[in-house]
């Protein structure tokens, strides 16, 4: 079976402030890992993935995240982030024919000016 | 990467009346369709997998009959949500993929429905 952690429900930052948002997996087999964004009111928009190769995967709008097997971790950074980063963050992973993912359950991130 | 467009994106209903939900794949044939559903301030859940031609597949707790889904092409699911109540109201997410053991799924924008 598998699942995701998101520790953090709310993140609360300052606009130009660096962000680091918590994912942690449990997994008996393989998995692939993403980040999603969702925007008030939208779907869901993909930041990035990990399928395989380096561990670090740079993403869309800044944000990059780290894959750390040992640590069952994928956690999401941007060095500066920006009012428009508002929105809920959803860390995702799937197994290996993409058949099913499980998502956290969510990251608030509000940026302040 | 590929695109799986929703309609409506969003839409109101009456309580008691049926509303249908589209899933497109845009430029790639998707053989397995999936339908998520996302409660206020949760995350997403997996409520049924379709293949296509095939009859879906429903997780645990979610009612077949309320919520009828049909893979009728390689490009289009449709979920049906029947007797629309107020809790059922919700946004609705599709996910696609091709054909093939490790191909991506690819996220549908969603569909915000509201029971009145």
């Known amino acids: 079976a598998q699942s995701v952690t998101q520790l953090d429900s709310q993140v609360p930052v300052f606009e130009e402030a660096p962000v680091e948002l918590r994912c942690n997996y449990s997994?008996?087999?393989?998995?692939?890992l993403f980040w999603y964004v969702q925007y008030p009111n939208q779907g869901l928009q993909l930041l990035l993935k990990?399928?395989?190769?380096?561990?670090l995967v740079k993403g869309i709008n800044g944000f990059e995240a780290e894959f750390n097997k040992s640590q069952t971790s994928f956690h999401l950074r941007k060095p500066s982030v920006h009012i428009s980063d508002t929105a809920e963050y959803f860390c995702?992973?799937?197994?290996?024919?993409?058949?099913?993912?499980?998502f956290g359950s969510g990251t608030k991130l509000n940026v302040k000016p | 990467g590929a695109v799986v467009s929703q309609h409506p994106s969003w839409v109101i209903c009456k309580s008691g009346t049926s509303v249908k939900i589209e899933c497109r794949s845009l430029d790639f044939q998707a053989t397995t369709m999936f339908w998520y559903r996302q409660f206020p301030k949760q995350s997403l859940m997996l409520m049924a997998t379709s293949n296509e031609g095939s009859k879906a597949t429903y997780e645990q707790g979610v009612e077949k009959d309320k919520f009828l889904i049909n893979h009728a092409s390689l490009t289009l699911s449709t979920l049906t949500v029947t007797s629309a109540h107020p809790e059922d109201s919700s946004f609705y997410i599709c996910s696609a993929k091709s054909h093939g053991v490790n191909t991506e799924a690819f996220f549908g924008q969603g569909t915000r429905l509201t029971v009145v």
């Open positions: 990990y399928l395989s190769g380096s561990t």
């Open positions: 997994s008996s087999v393989s998995v692939y």
């Open positions: 995702a992973v799937s197994g290996d024919n993409f058949n099913k993912f499980y």
